[in-house]
């Protein structure tokens, strides 16, 4: 795709509600633009360099033998692992989980 083509407008001057200086800067290059009640909006190119983020996170995971498993943001990794290693022949177990957006690797 096209520089000129992409969904992208820079602006000069970030808003003064916008205190934290990387959040100004990232309005000011067009990823993203507040909304309501100080939530945030992330523009396509911002959403893209956020989408290669996690695919570099689960390429690195991996070579290191992690597994994935998504879950609901209110359980735990250490109530699921707890439940699920039966014996020491399972350890060591590198899980990350992923729920509400946020990634979390634990081994056990």
Avoid: C
């Avoid at 695919?55 to 991996?62: E, K, N, P, Q, S």
């Avoid at 590198?94 to 056990?108: A, D, E, K, P, Q």
């Amino acid at each position: 795709m096209l520089y000129s083509q992409l969904f992208i407008k820079t602006k000069r001057e970030a808003p003064s509600d916008l205190t934290d200086e990387t959040l100004r800067l990232a309005f000011r290059a067009g990823l993203i633009r507040p909304a309501e009640r100080g939530e945030i909006i992330y523009l396509p190119l911002a959403a893209n360099v956020i989408s290669q983020m996690r695919h570099m996170l689960r390429a690195d995971l991996r070579e290191l033998g992690a597994h994935e498993i998504r879950g609901a943001p209110h359980l735990t990794l250490d109530a699921f692992a707890s439940a699920e290693i039966q014996s020491y022949k399972q350890l060591p177990a590198r899980i990350y989980w992923r729920s509400g957006g946020v990634t979390r690797l634990h081994v056990t």
